[in-house]
């Protein structure tokens, strides 16, 4: 099953690509180097690209896409692999229909209702909050421009290439970009929740299922990247799903392995796709797979999954290959924003940044989350081996503790302090942990009375937290009507017929003005020009000057402001 599966991988990846990379000419592809992105300023990407590289990057995706052909072919003649996956998804299904059909009506309310909610807080987040920098320069520079820009042009590390492919066709049928940016967040997330919320309930209860969802799912953090998170939200959705495949798989005996290898290798794979950092839960679950196989004395497996490890490693080279081809290697494997810090800059902090993450994952307080991380990290394995017995519910509690505290030996090795949003899984698995910890079966019968007021105030809390982080929503709006003022501002006064000339020095409005201006036609477009000089060279128009520098403006005879507002100051030439 496992070489079937990748050989199928192998061959849609390396047919789809084969097909985009050879029906595009050479001159298309330096056409890439022309994009110009935002990263401190306006830049252009010297592309790696060479006709003798175009001609070896179509070669292996031929190559790729036949050998998978080839082998996906033999195999499922010789052992009609297909046959069990459709057997077992329908069993799965059925089960899951009679589980369904089981609960009491209370509790199909209560499921309904919680998923309702939180598709309500997320849409809500989608429509209200403010495009951000990272959803703006994914749609201008990957998603507009085409397939082969999402694809092969990578000059920084926010193109989410799954994520970028799944917004292109929405882009394709002219929807605004807010909504090519995070529709397939909102409905692939929730979608991903009411599977998950499934899926937990059978392995734990539903009540444990309900509290975690609820709690998790209405802090401020979760709900803004289940609107706004790009790739991020997609990769906790493919954790999960690596997440429940592993205890599947280590379940004694396994109803559906077949479906597990599937579900492990697609989401491994699409996770690398979308977010290189999926690396760090996929070493968890890995590690727990592979550790779980040796203590059930299970070792005859463990080449199974070092094959699958090698097929995800071949897939995720196949499928990142135009990227090395056409951008470059060191663009893909030189990612400045986490790149190794020097000892003497790493450990000296070390423990103020940790304790400020846990606090934006866990809350309430770094004084409170800090401890408690650290604390899980080095004991929970051992609370977990003393306080729950053999069984489902150790395996579940021992891989959410992996994923927990992996990331901190892995960030330690790295000397790396890697961003909140690239840990955002931890919120999830670190409550799961602690609730598998002291809401054990036992108790949480003798707490049934009691659990409905319980959950209630899981939910009220996590509204009343909603309901505080509103006053940073709102200073994100006040932040975008400043930049849209600004840009309109200037293209209302812009003289006409010839180009209007403007220099910045304000990164934040350098890429706000870069895409409101490609909403224009080309004759209204402006002409943008960033620097990080103190003053500017002749022949601008206009200045746009980042409040902070004003004061290096204030003796400019041949310009006067014209505009201020908390960011900046608008200079117009004298005429």
């Known amino acids: 099953m496992l070489a079937f599966v990748a050989a199928l991988g192998l061959a849609f990846s390396g047919m789809a690509l084969g097909l985009l990379y050879g029906s595009s000419t050479y001159a298309q592809l330096q056409a890439l180097g022309n994009l110009v992105y935002h990263e401190n300023g306006y830049r252009q990407l010297p592309l790696a690209l060479t006709a003798e590289r175009l001609q070896w990057l179509r070669s ?20 009609r692999p297909v046959a069990r996956l459709k057997a ?34 997320r849409a809500w987040y989608m429509l209200n909050y403010p495009l951000s920098t990272d959803e703006i320069a994914s749609y201008d520079f990957f998603v507009r421009p085409g397939l082969l ?17 799944l917004a292109w066709p929405l882009a394709q049928l002219g929807l605004s970009p ?45 709900a803004y990247y ?19 495949a592993v205890l599947e798989l280590l379940r004694r005996p396994a109803g559906f392995p077949h479906l597990a290898w ?64 056409v951008s470059g290697w060191e663009q893909l494997l030189g990612n400045r924003y986490v790149a190794s810090k020097a000892a003497a800059d790493f450990w000296p902090p070390f423990r103020a940044v940790l304790y400020e993450t846990a606090a934006e994952l866990f809350g309430p307080s770094l004084r409170i989350s800090g401890p408690w991380w650290l604390a899980a990290a080095c004991l929970g394995a051992a609370a977990v081996r003393c306080l729950l017995p053999a069984g489902p519910r150790r395996n579940t509690a021992f891989l959410a503790w992996l994923l927990l ?37 036992r108790l949480l019968c003798q707490l049934r009375r009691l659990y409905l007021p319980l959950l209630t105030a899981v939910l009220l809390t996590g509204g009343y937290r909603l309901y505080q982080h509103q006053a940073q929503v709102q200073a994100s709006q006040r932040e975008t009507r400043q930049l849209t003022q600004a840009f309109w501002f200037i293209q209302q006064h812009a003289g006409k017929p010839q ?15 870069a895409h409101y201006s490609r909403q224009l036609p080309p004759a209204s477009q402006l002409l943008l020009h960033s620097s990080r000089n103190p003053v500017p060279g002749p022949g601008y128009d206009w200045l746009v000057v980042n409040n902070r520098l004003r004061a290096n403006f204030a003796q400019q005879k041949a310009y006067r402001a014209l505009y201020r507002d908390q960011l900046v100051t608008i200079y117009a030439r004298v005429r």
Do not use: D
Request: charged share 5%; hydrophobic share 60%; proline share 6%.
């Open 60 to 79: 292996l995706l031929a190559l790729a896409g036949a050998g998978g052909v080839a082998t996906a072919v033999w195999l499922h003649r010789r052992h």
């Open 88 to 121: 077992e998804a329908s069993l799965l299904f059925t089960r899951s229909l009679a589980w369904w059909k089981r609960l009491p009506l209370q509790a199909k309310a209560l499921c309904l209702a919680l998923t309702a909610l939180l598709l309500l807080v």
């Open 149 to 165: 820009s999402v694809t092969s042009f990578y000059p920084i590390p926010n193109n989410h290439i799954f994520y970028n492919l």
């Open 178 to 222: 807010r909504l090519v940016m995070r529709l397939p967040t909102l409905v692939l997330g929730s979608a991903g929740t009411a599977v998950g919320l499934v899926l937990l309930a059978r392995l734990t209860g539903l009540r444990l299922a309900l509290l975690i969802t609820g709690l998790v799912g209405l802090s401020p953090l979760w």
């Open 226 to 244: 289940a609107a706004v998170g790009r790739g991020y939200f997609l990769q906790f959705c493919l954790v999960q799903a690596g997440f429940f």
């Open 262 to 325: 599937l579900a492990f290798l697609a989401s491994s794979v699409l996770g690398l796709y979308c977010v290189p950092s999926y690396a760090y839960p996929l070493a968890a679950l890995g590690l727990g797979l592979g550790s779980g196989l040796l203590l059930q004395r299970r070792a005859g497996q463990l080449p199974a999954l070092a094959a699958a490890g090698a097929f995800i490693l071949l897939l995720t080279l196949v499928l990142y290959l135009p990227v090395g081809m």
């Open 405 to 441: 505290a992996l990331p901190l030996p892995m960030m330690m090795a790295q000397r790396v302090y890697a961003p909140t949003r690239v840990l955002l899984y931890l919120t999830y698995f670190g409550y799961l942990l602690l609730a598998l910890l002291i809401l054990q079966p």
């Open 499 to 513: 180009p209007t000339k403007v220099w910045l020095n304000a990164p934040l409005h350098e890429l706000f003005f």
